[in-house]
């Protein structure tokens, strides 16, 4: 293969990334790609925070789905908003302006293509029905943010108010009402319907949401209401950021798992211990999914080191909950003995 010079490479890759592969760099973004020195490094992440106005970022991800979805959405959101209050290095990043955006849904820039980092999320990956992309898109943003000790627990609670927010908030459903989203022309300009998850899954999300409102979800109403949802996710998002600059994180969103996942937890997490239970991890509502706790009275079909069966163990469970070691417990476990996915 013919070797490039690094420099025409660069300029190439820059013009590649920025034009031709996302399709919305205007001229003068890629002239300024051109410019960057032969040795230009990205700077390593985190990029640094400064604080955001939530308000502003929820009508920037609703916006953003409009164009790229729920995980390219949030992400462009909240990425958005940083470029524009701190400028460099959130400048390195390819995302089309909010004018571009309102332009194109204007009609003003026919054949133009949109594709986002991040916008894989669609549909929980795809349309493959898993981790909602809002939440995903925002985990992202924040991860180019903050050190990766913040992104945890900040990601940890975005994972817990997705699952116990009444979607969408009353907040969208206001601004929608009140035309002050962005786009010129809405999928619905109604109140939703609104609906908690209980999961961070788009499948039950969707499914939820679609069984109380009565939308199908093929519906422009579904899709409004994932349009609505990705604004409330990445303002929910720069709002824990937000907290977490102010060292109020706790107070602004204390991480409350529920008292049916704290139970399975005092016995199923992370650990070494095969014969207690600990053959899974996780935080997910284990609710949303168990619901027949039967298998913990039968006879335990696993051999244990301790020739327990497993009612035995739930009794255990039980008094362990009553006596309150398990909230704490579990809490302590949450931040300091899973730090990452090492194993
Ligand atoms: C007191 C400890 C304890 C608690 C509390 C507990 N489990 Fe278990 N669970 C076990 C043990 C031990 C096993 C079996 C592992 C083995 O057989 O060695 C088990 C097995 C299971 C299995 C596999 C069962 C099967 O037969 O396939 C599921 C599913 C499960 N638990 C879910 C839950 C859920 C959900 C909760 C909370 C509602 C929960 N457990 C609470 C200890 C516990
Ligand atoms: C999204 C759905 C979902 C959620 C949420 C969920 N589980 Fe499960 N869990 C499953 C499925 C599916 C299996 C596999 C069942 C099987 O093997 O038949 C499983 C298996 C298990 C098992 C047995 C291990 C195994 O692989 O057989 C345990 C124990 C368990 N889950 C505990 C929990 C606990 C504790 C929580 C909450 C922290 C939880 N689960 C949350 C779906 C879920």
Redesign the pocket.
Known sequence: MKKLHRRNFIKRAAVLSGAAICGVATAKNAKAAETLPENFVPPAMPWGYQELDPEYVRKLGHLGYYLEECGGGSFWAIMTALKEKIGYPYNLTPLPTKEEFIDHLSGKSKGKHFQGIMQYGVGGVVNYGSLCGSVNGAASAITFAVPFDAVKSIVSRLMRYYETETFPNVKSNEYAVNKEFYPPKYKSGKALPRSSSN?V?CH?SVGKWCEKSGYASGSKERSERCARVTGDMAAMAVTLLNAHMKGNLETVFPMK?SQ??VS??V???KGKKFEA?Q??R?????????NDMTPHLAENKMKTAYGMNVGTWAGAAAIGTVAGIGTHAIAGRLSKEEPHDEE
């Open positions: 999961s899954l039950v798992l049916d996942t399975c937890r016995c199923h997490f239970g053959i899974t996780g935080f997910m509502e284990c609710s949303s999914c168990h």
